[in-house]
Nanobody
Framework: EVQLVESGGGLVQSGESLRLSCAAS????????IGWFRQAPGKEREGVSF????????YYTDSVKGRFTISSDSAKKTVYLQMNSLYPEDTGVYYC?????????????????WGQGTQVTVSS
């Protein structure tokens, strides 16, 4: 059974940091890209970052460039999202999902097997 399990969310103040984890199981981890998405109340799900395990390609949406860092640990089958200098607008439920496709941008339609999400709340 394919599973992606997010953890690491929480409540922080503006300017602080969090590290999210996405633990994968049930598939060949190195064959897939793993992406992080977020969804704020009343808004559409937004692609934040992905890392392609087959070729190491990394993508960040413009609003997080320079603040967020994605990394992948093949031995642990886990993808991390280090989030620094958090803003209130980073608040939302963060989800991870997998994709078999080679991508240059993030589209939720290219991802599947979504985790249950982890809440990130940044207070001002």
């Amino acid at each position: 059974e394919v599973q992606l399990v997010e953890s690491g969310g929480g409540l922080v103040q503006s300017g602080e940091s969090l590290r999210l984890s996405c633990a994968a199981s049930g598939f060949t981890f190195d064959d897939y890209a793993i992406g992080w998405f977020r969804q704020a109340p009343g808004k559409e799900r937004e692609g934040v970052s992905f890392i392609s395990n087959p070729d190491g390609r990394i993508y960040y949406t413009d609003s997080v460039k320079g603040r967020f860092t994605i990394s992948s640990d093949s031995a642990k089958k886990t993808v991390y999202l280090q989030m620094n200098s958090l803003y209130p607008e980073d608040t939302g439920v963060y989800y991870c999902a997998r994709s078999p496709f080679a991508m240059s941008t993030m589209s939720p339609q290219l991802f599947a097997d979504w985790g249950q999400g982890t809440q990130v709340t940044v207070s001002s």
